[in-house]
């Protein structure tokens, strides 16, 4: 049973700082190359950043998030981050993880996804 739960978005101000976490079951994170996806209102989903498994961990991020988010993972834990810093009002979506192989349609495995509301 593959199970995503997806936590930590909220109200936040334009420049404030959001960690979100990614908790995985019915696999082991450290196999896959995980995503962070998001959809913000009235759009489809876009891809946001991916991490890659193995000790270099080599990441990859859409433009838009450069040098403002970080994308991290505990394996031990078997858990997932994206530290975002500072957000804009752009950056308001819900944000799913998923494995890379997934891809980016969704389907009954994803999470819920959290929200994330970037507002004065």
């Known amino acids: 049973q593959v199970q995503l739960v997806e936590s930590g978005g909220g109200l936040v101000q334009p420049g404030g700082s959001l960690r979100l976490s990614c908790a995985v079951s019915g696999f082991t994170l450290s196999d896959y190359a995980m995503s962070w996806v998001r959809q913000a209102p009235g759009k489809g989903l876009e891809w946001v950043s991916t991490?890659?498994?193995?000790?270099?961990?080599?990441?990859n991020y859409v433009g838009a998030v450069k040098c403002r988010f970080t994308i991290s993972r505990d394996d031990t834990k078997n858990t997932l981050y994206l530290q975002m810093n500072g957000v804009t009002p752009e950056d308001t979506a819900v944000y799913y993880c998923?494995?890379?192989?997934?891809?980016?349609?969704?389907?009954?495995?994803w999470g819920q996804g959290t929200q994330v509301t970037v507002s004065s």
């Open positions: 998923v494995p890379q192989t997934w891809g980016n349609t969704r389907d009954d495995r």
């Open positions: 991490i890659y498994s193995g000790v270099g961990s080599i990441t």
